[in-house]
């Protein structure tokens, strides 16, 4: 479970880079470029933030 929690981060960002290529390859939406927004920058302030606590 803790390993889990320490890349709970990079899913999220690998999540927005998802949203990004749906963006791209599918419908050019602005709510795909905003989700991808989103869990970027929560994901990249969620990977520092938890592995500053737990390490």
């Known amino acids: 479970m803790k390993t889990l929690l320490q890349y709970s981060g ?6 927005g880079v998802l949203c990004l ?3 791209y390859f599918a419908t050019p939406t602005n709510s795909l470029l905003v989700a991808s927004m ?10 520092i933030i938890i592995n500053k606590y737990i390490e």
């Open 21 to 23: 290529c749906v963006y």
């Open 10 to 15: 990079i899913i999220l960002v690998l999540c």
């Open 38 to 47: 989103i869990l970027e920058v929560v994901g990249i302030l969620g990977y």
